[in-house]
């Protein structure tokens, strides 16, 4: 498996560094979080290539203007949720409350990421229901999560549903990511977890 770090900094909304040639960034976490972000950063001493996101939540998108500034990495948005984030589609459900208080600013240069696509090491997997774009990440021995599923004690759990764009494809897309994957899945939410297809 790639080498991963967690960053600390981002408690709560978890980001994480996949090592490599190009390492990437996973997530941003919440807004005001980006200075302490690149103080462990810093300390890990790589150098961020790339910043993907999973979805648009603002505990996903909170820093990625800032932190892209200061790393001069380039930004993938999952191309399915790139019209709710730039603001060409409401948000639905309650989401777009909250998008009414919080709204983190969009990168001005980004790069749509479909499934399939790949950045540095890691490859994107549609993994939609939480949001109507959600995508998690792969790459070698790790499932970067998101918030397509979530862990408490060791165990997988589903989101809250009234977080959920659509819980029966949320549903299913969490089946999908889990069939056949051997690994260690890296949530947002939760620690991560060893999981085997008998876990």
């Given amino acids: 498996m790639v080498g991963v770090q967690r960053l600390e900094a981002s408690r709560g909304s978890y980001a994480y560094v996949v090592e490599g040639p190009e390492p ?6 919440l807004p005001g ?10 300390e890990w001493g ?7 996101v999973t979805h648009y939540d603002v505990d996903h ?15 993938w948005l999952p191309a399915d949720d790139v019209p709710y984030m730039i603001g060409n589609k409401p948000k639905p459900g309650v989401k777009r409350l909250i998008g009414a208080v919080i ?5 001005g240069k980004f790069q749509p990421l479909a499934h399939g696509g790949e950045v540095g090491p890691v490859r994107a997997v549609a993994s939609p229901g939480h949001t109507p774009g959600h995508t998690a990440y792969r790459t070698d021995g790790a499932l970067f999560a998101g918030d397509a599923l979530s862990t ?13 764009w659509n819980r029966q494809v949320e549903t299913e897309s969490r089946r999908q990511l889990l069939d056949g994957f051997h690994g260690w899945i890296f949530p ?12």
């Fill in 24 to 29: 990437v960034l996973v997530d941003t976490s």
């Fill in 33 to 42: 979080r980006a200075a302490a972000m690149l103080d462990e950063l810093r």
């Fill in 46 to 52: 790589g150098t961020v290539r790339h910043i993907v």
């Fill in 61 to 75: 998108m909170g820093n990625v203007v800032p932190l892209a500034d200061a790393l001069g990495a380039a930004v």
């Fill in 103 to 107: 709204r983190p600013p969009v990168p």
């Fill in 152 to 164: 408490r004690g060791g165990r997988i759990i589903a989101m809250p549903a009234i977080l959920s």
């Fill in 188 to 199: 947002a939410h939760g620690e991560p977890l060893r999981w085997t297809q008998e876990a």
